[in-house]
């Protein structure tokens, strides 16, 4: 089945660690995208790439970082940088239509 | 630029009873309208989508949206909710070309609580 799978579902990490969370899609889709979820702010979009070896920061990238090596591939780093990481993480990948975009199923990350 | 207000962060109602959760949009250029449902712990689906055409979208499970260009807005609607229908509900937006960004914005976020 076509898809888009986030890894791990959950995560813990200690503060001034860096955490990697992982987002595979088999959609063939140009478009990937890593959205941040808090409790009554809606999704916040920090990373975007539209195309291989090219991405763009959305409204909350700093403490964050990526990557886009392959087209089915978007990991996320958060790094020690980024003040307040608990939060619940989502991923999308769009066609180049932009009439739909797919999610994963989420990593809830939590500092302690 | 764009921006997606949804103005109900919360919304209880009684099962069987009509709902209306509400959506507006600000946007220069025209744009693609979503509803998508999120269930707990879960990512989000697609509900419905506005591209163009008629103006009134319709899902299979009974939701209803009308895209109301001066107004901006893309209400979400159903005459009769279900218990199974308790999940937060995001309004999105997004421009119709790939060069644009391509990036939906989102609102808020709704939270629907069905009540029996």
């Known amino acids: 089945d076509g898809g888009i799978t986030q890894s791990p579902k959950y995560l813990f990490r200690k503060e001034g660690q860096n955490v990697t969370l992982s987002c595979e899609q088999n959609?063939?889709?140009?478009?990937m995208y890593w959205y941040r979820q808090d409790p009554g702010q809606g999704l916040r979009l920090i990373y975007y790439s539209q195309i291989v070896n090219d991405f763009q920061k959305g409204d909350i990238a700093e403490g964050y970082s990526v990557s886009r090596e392959k087209k089915e591939s978007f990991p996320l780093t958060v790094t020690s940088a980024q003040k307040n990481p608990t939060a619940f993480y989502l991923c999308?990948?769009?066609?180049?239509?932009?009439?739909?975009?797919?999610f994963g199923q989420g990593t809830r990350l939590t500092v302690v | 630029a764009q921006s997606v207000t949804q103005l109900d962060s919360q919304v209880p109602v009684f099962e069987e009873a009509p709902v209306e959760l509400r959506c507006n949009y600000s946007?220069?250029?025209?744009?693609?309208l979503f509803w998508y449902v999120q269930y707990p712990n879960q990512g989000l689906q697609l509900l419905l989508k506005y591209l163009s055409g008629s103006t009134l979208v319709e899902s299979i499970n009974g939701f209803e949206a009308e895209f109301n260009k001066s107004q901006t807005s893309f209400h979400l609607r159903k005459p009769s909710v279900h218990i199974s229908d308790t999940a937060e509900y995001f309004c999105a937006v997004s421009p119709p070309t790939y060069n644009q960004g391509g990036k939906l914005i989102f609102g808020q976020g709704t939270e629907l609580s069905v009540k029996p």
């Open positions: 959609l063939n889709h140009d478009a």
């Open positions: 999308a990948s769009m066609g180049r239509m932009n009439t739909e975009a797919f």
């Open positions: 946007s220069s250029v025209s744009v693609y």
